[in-house]
Each structure stands twice: as structure tokens, then as C-alpha cells.
């Protein structure tokens, strides 16, 4: 399967011919591979947008998303104009729009960054492949993260993605450079909304006005003011200050959206954190240390994002099935009702209802919060992960593929070679919301009730607040009764050390080879 994804890597002679720069999700100038190489290598280069009804009409795409692709592709095409230089937008499906093209100018060949995505923007790939072979266009794809197409050996990767990581960043491509970027007249008259902003109105989406307020600025010039808030004034806070909801929206990065959408390279952050640890091992503040302790902790956060994200690029299919076969057989109930309680904050569990809510308007939740909704979804409601995928990649504005996916069949508990967590909603009350501030902020119908009265909440309703579509203790084990069923089958083991070896890390303690875990669950 990872054979179809390959392109052609050929690379492009200068002469005057025109070549395409395709932008997918890399909506910046700095450290911006594919753009960087086109330029240099290529006399007349055009880079083009295409916005596809099929990203438009998917079931995960949201407001959030389109919010996401405007601010990104507007803020980043008035700096190409700033420059001299050009970039227009399509409306259509990948192939139609180049076979359009094609047929008013013919073009050689087209830079793109290699996009880690879903089965819908794999399949996309693989047309656009073909039809590059049919045409004679030479098709060059990138890597603009440290995840690796093709890699066959684990053991492998941590040297590839250090020498990725830590090799220079790429500047911001000069004036006279962008200048070549360039719109040839035929295609001016099939482009999409002229020279002027692209605007929901050319989209079948809209927002209220309260997500237009609270939603993140999406674009290269927001991302580094981010970084650097981060770096210098809030990321002091990471190391404890990440797990609850009340305090993650200031201590966390928040750089996750800018990292999906590609409006900062994770090279770049990376390299940033490290040149601020370094600063900070010569001060005298006696903050230092605590600084230091938590960028620590975010340079770990950021291998990992790429260490999931490669399962995704190696495992393609891992969208519709688990990564342990085994897990196949795991039954789950699928209540409609159950499913629809979910997704609108109505389950009966504060906390649940709380993260939900916050998620449908600010399009964010911190990462302990996530996994407490997906364990809740498949420990508790007995719903299939594969039937909370969409709903939840709908709400996340930094919806990125490989880390959503590999994340949820974690926290389901399919993969196999993880602990199985199931997350208690009123335990986390306890740990992340004990007055319940962020439960009030969020669930209006509980501001009259005291903290106790809401984490000590059950069976019976408050108020207009809905008692607890289930018991969480005896739904919860039930499933993990379910779950170890299967785990301790000579299949399901043999399988677990299969999927160790093709998607394990390989750095610290939990990159032992081998299954050898003890039986555990943990209750969080």
C-alpha cells in the first residue's frame, strides 16, 4: 500500500517552463520545503490553491476547518502580493482543476509538500499520480515533517528524524524571489474570487459570533507571536499546567492548529525550544530551572506528535481498522442515542458535557480531556472509536489526521500494546475541576449547584441537568472485561508484538521490545 503512495521524485531542470507549487496544508513562507525548492530550481512558478468540494462535503470537515483554511491561505496570499508575486484559487476537484489547466497552458511539473492524511486525500494522491504519469508532469512531493514515507525499520527512525529535525531551517524566500510567482492569464479567468479574500460565503459553512471570538487566528504571522508567547512568557506552565481544562488554555502551547493547518514547521518550533532551553541554562532567574523542566516536557511532546503521525503514513488503512486485528472481534453497542448524548454535551457527566461544549464553540480541549471523552465514548457508552472519528475531527480546529486517529484507537484500547486506560469523568472533577469552575463556565444548567453536589452527581438529575445515561463503574467494567477477552489471546499477543515492531517507539522505557507488560488497567 505505501508503494501506491509514492510520487515521482524527479527533480526539475530551470529552464522557462511553468511548474505548479501546490499548497495543501503548509500555508507559510518560512521553513516551507516544497515552496523553497521551487523557487530556487524553477524560472516561472505558479502556486495555486485548489479547494475541494470532497474536503468541503466530508463528514469530519467543520467550520473550524474552512475558518482554518481561510485565515491561513488569506493572510499567506497577502504576503506573496506584498512581495510582487501571485497565488490563486480553484474550485474543484484536484485532477479536474490540473486537466483544466493543462488544457489552456500546459505545464512540466509540480512541487508539493508529501501530505500524511486519510484514506479520502491518500486516494486524491494516488489519481493525482496517475494523471501525472498520463500527462508526462513530473510530480515532486516533499517531507515538511520528520515522518517518513516508505520507512520498512523502526529502529531506523530516530536517526532520520533527528538528522530532519535539526537540519537548518529555510528562510523566508526573498522579494525577488516570490515575484516569480506568477499567474498566467488563461488561468486568471477560472480562478476563484479574483484578487480578493476567499470568504465563507464561497463555502457552504458558516459561524456564530461566539466561535468567531473565541476561535484561534490561524496564519504564519499569528504562529510565531504564539511561539514566542510560549517560549518567554506562558510556557512556564507547561509541566503541570497542561492536564486541565482551566489552566492548559494558557499553559499549553497552543501551537497544535498552527502545527495541523502549517502555518509554523515543527522543525522550526522544535529548534526554537531548544535555543531557548540553552538561554535559560546560563540565567540567573531563579525560574530557570522550572522553565527549563517544562520545555523539557514540550521537546517530548513534539517527537511524539511525529512518532503517531508516522503510524498513520505507515498503516494508511488504520483509519477504518485497528491496529490490532484481533480487536476486530471487540463488540460494542452503538446506541444512537448514546452517540447523539455524546457529541451534544448531554451524557450526564458534567465534566463529559463541559469539554464538549467548550469544544463546539472554542474548537479546543486540552490532551487529558480528549482522551477522557473518547474512554468515556468506547469504555463507557460502548460506542465503536470508528463512529466517534468524524464528530470528534470535527470539533478539533488543529484536526490533524495521524495524531486524531492514532490517539483514539488508543485511548479505545485497541492497539494492544498500551495500558488500558479507562478515564473516570468524577475522578477527573477531582483532579483538573474541583470547584467546578470550568464545569459552570460551560454547563449553565449546574451554576446554582455546589462543587459537591456536582462531582458527587449520579443517578439522579439536577435540575435540568440529566442524571447519567449509565453507571459509570459497571458499563466501564464490562468493557474492559470485553477488552482483556480478547488481549489475552495467544492471537491477540502474538499479534500485539507484530504491531510493537512495525509502529513501537523506540526511545526510553516503553521502547522494550517485546509484549512483556503485566495484565494492568489503569482508572484515571
Known amino acids: 500500500m505505501i508503494g501506491l503512495r509514492m510520487a515521482s521524485l524527479y527533480c526539475l531542470s530551470m529552464n522557462d517552463d511553468i511548474v505548479i507549487y501546490w499548497l495543501k496544508r503548509d500555508f507559510r513562507l518560512v521553513d516551507n520545503p516544497a515552496l523553497t525548492e521551487a523557487l530556487h530550481k524553477n524560472r516561472q512558478v505558479c502556486a495555486i490553491y485548489i479547494l475541494e468540494p470532497s474536503f468541503l462535503e466530508a463528514s469530519e470537515t467543520s467550520a473550524f476547518h474552512v475558518h482554518a483554511v481561510l485565515q491561513a491561505l488569506n493572510d499567506l496570499r497577502k504576503k506573496i502580493n506584498s512581495a510582487g508575486g501571485q497565488l490563486a484559487i480553484f474550485k474543484g476537484e484536484v485532477v479536474a482543476v490540473l ?137 512556564i506552565d507547561y509541566k503541570g499546567g497542561i492536564s486541565s481544562p482551566l489552566t492548559a488554555i494558557t499553559a499549553g502551547s497552543r501551537l497544535s492548529v498552527h502545527l495541523a493547518w502549517g502555518t509554523i514547521s515543527g522543525r522550526r518550533v522544535y529548534q526554537a525550544t531548544q535555543a531557548r532551553k540553552e538561554e535559560l541554562k546560563i540565567s540567573e532567574d531563579q525560574t530557570a530551572k522550572r522553565w527549563r523542566a517544562s520545555l523539557t516536557s514540550f521537546l517530548s511532546r513534539l517527537h511524539w506528535r511525529d512518532h503517531f503521525i508516522q503510524r498513520l503514513e505507515t498503516e494508511p488503512k488504520m483509519e477504518l481498522e485497528p491496529l490490532n486485528p484481533a480487536f476486530k472481534e471487540l463488540q460494542y453497542d452503538n446506541r444512537s442515542d448514546f452517540l447523539s448524548a455524546w457529541t451534544n454535551g448531554r451524557t450526564g457527566f458534567p465534566l463529559v458535557d463541559a ?108 435540575g435540568d441537568y440529566p442524571a447519567q445515561l449509565v453507571d459509570w463503574w459497571a458499563a466501564s467494567r464490562e468493557m474492559k472485561d470485553r477488552i482483556w477477552t480478547i488481549r489475552k489471546l495467544a492471537a491477540s499477543q502474538q499479534a500485539a508484538r507484530e504491531v510493537y515492531e512495525k509502529h513501537g517507539s523506540r526511545k526510553g522505557p516503553r521502547g522494550r521490545k517485546g509484549n512483556n507488560r503485566k495484565n494492568k488497567t489503569h482508572e484515571q
Not at 501525472?132 to 517518513?148: A, S
Not at 523566508?172 to 516570490?178: E, H, I, T, Y
Not at 483514539?408 to 484500547?413: D, F
Request: with cysteine.
Open 355 to 462: 469539554c464538549i461544549r467548550c469544544l463546539q464553540v472554542t474548537g479546543f480541549i486540552n490532551f487529558r480531556m480528549r482522551a477522557m471523552l473518547a474512554s468515556v465514548a468506547c469504555h463507557t457508552l460502548h460506542l465503536d472509536w470508528r463512529l466517534i472519528d468524524h464528530p470528534m475531527a470535527s470539533m478539533y480546529t488543529d484536526y490533524e489526521p495521524g495524531i486524531h486517529i492514532s490517539q483514539l484507537q488508543m485511548q479505545a484500547s485497541v492497539v494492544g500494546i498500551n495500558t488500558v486506560r479507562i478515564y473516570s469523568p468524577n475522578k477527573q472533577i477531582v483532579d483538573q475541576d474541583p470547584d467546578t469552575i470550568f464545569i459552570k463556565e460551560w454547563v449553565p444548567e449546574l451554576r446554582d449547584f455546589s462543587a459537591e453536589a456536582i462531582t458527587k452527581h449520579r443517578q439522579e438529575a439536577l
Open 99 to 235: 486537466d483544466q489547466l493543462f488544457s489552456l497552458l500546459p505545464f512540466r511539473g509540480i512541487y508539493s509538500h508529501e501530505e500524511i492524511g486519510i484514506l479520502r486525500t491518500y486516494e486524491r494522491d494516488i489519481a493525482v499520480a496517475k494523471w501525472c504519469k498520463q500527462q508526462g508532469v513530473t510530480w515532486k512531493e516533499i517531507p515538511q515533517t520528520g515522518v517518513f514515507r516508505g520507512l520498512k525499520d523502526r529502529d531506523q527512525r530516530q536517526k532520520l528524524w533527528k538528522q530532519f529535525t535539526f537540519s537548518p531551517i529555510l528562510p523566508r524566500p526573498s522579494a525577488d524571489l516570490l515575484s516569480k510567482l506568477t499567474i498566467p492569464k488563461k488561468w486568471k479567468s477560472i480562478a476563484l474570487a479574483g484578487q480578493r479574500e476567499l470568504q465563507f460565503e464561497d463555502t457552504p459553512f458558516a459561524m456564530t459570533d461566539s466561535q468567531r471570538a473565541r476561535l484561534q487566528t490561524v496564519s504564519e504571522t499569528a504562529a510565531e507571536a504564539t511561539l514566542q508567547s510560549f517560549l518567554y512568557e506562558r510556557g
